[in-house]
């Protein structure tokens, strides 16, 4: 086999490698219980991302500076960086890059002597990853990991452990009268490949709590979801007045008997007095 075969193979297998990274995810499925979302995320994705990320770091060697790291044609659309920090500076510091504002007094677990974060954002990409039966995105899916860097040869994903919520920037969102409208979404990362995912209320524009790394978004119901609602209200207002229109009219009809039984009773004891006020007894017939 000459070089250029040789080439042409090896091009077609990385090709193919990173095709299959990017399969089709399962869908969500709804508790109906409660507001908790399932969702099964190809671990190739994020895992392929994160090595990407890595690579990075091999050729930056500055903590606490955010680099970006260099993605195939294929998945364009898709941004992805990387920083790297010392657990000490995490704690006393928190970390504030990109849109994820990580507060101070984080700690990793387990602890971790340098962490990195990698910064996804999904872009055009967040719908074909993430779907949410009766809503949709909005927004791109923003998400970060956290990796413990201490060992290069043994990196490994580990959680973080806050006393304040990391916040999600969403700057594209500045309006305070989507508020009444739209949701916050998370999809929790664990170290499985299910991950868990649940709706919260949006309590200030463009601004998603979290209590843990994964990935986040904002949705909005589907307008046949926003239909069905106002039909519904419509359908219950109808149904409210006709049924106020009905007891209005059974209590006019009872007051109406009521009060033609009272007449009708008092006529009789005018009557009854009138017959025994009368006594022909006493009346003088002259002859």
């Known amino acids: 086999m000459n070089s250029k075969s040789l080439t042409c193979c090896v091009v077609f297998l990385l090709y193919t490698s990173v095709l299959s990274s990017t399969s089709p995810s399962s869908p969500i499925h709804i508790n109906s219980t409660t507001s908790t979302l399932n969702v099964t ?5 994020s895992q392929s991302l994160e090595d990407l990320a890595l690579k990075t770091l091999t050729n930056q ?21 990387i920083v790297r920090l010392t657990g000490k500076s995490l704690w006393n510091a928190g970390a504030r890059f990109s849109n994820v504002l990580i507060p101070a007094r984080s700690v990793s677990v387990p602890p971790a002597r340098r962490v990195a974060i990698v910064y996804q954002n999904l872009g055009n990409w967040s719908n074909h990853w993430y779907t949410v039966p009766g809503y949709r995105l909005i927004t791109s899916v923003l998400g970060f990991r956290v990796l413990d860097v201490s060992d290069q040869d043994n990196v490994k994903e580990i959680s973080l452990k806050m006393k304040n919520p990391v916040q999600i920037l969403f700057r594209d969102l500045s309006d305070e009268k989507m508020l009444s409208r739209v949701s916050c979404v998370s999809f929790k990362a664990q170290h499985e490949d299910k991950e868990a995912a649940g709706i919260s209320r949006m309590i200030l524009p463009g601004v998603c709590y979290g209590s843990s790394h994964g990935d986040y978004s904002v949705i909005e119901p589907l307008e046949k979801d926003k239909k069905k609602k106002v039909a519904s209200w419509r359908t219950w207002w109808w149904l409210w007045m006709v049924g106020l229109v009905l007891g209005f009219g059974v209590s006019f009809f009872i007051l109406y008997l009521l009060h033609a039984y009272s007449t009708k009773r008092r006529l009789n004891v005018i009557k009854m007095e009138g017959l025994k006020s009368y006594n022909p007894m006493s009346v003088n017939v002259k002859s």
């Open 61 to 81: 060697h500055h903590t606490g500076s955010l680099y970006r790291a260099v993605l195939p044609r294929n998945l364009s659309g898709i941004e992805v960086s």
């Open 41 to 45: 995320l190809p671990h190739s994705l």
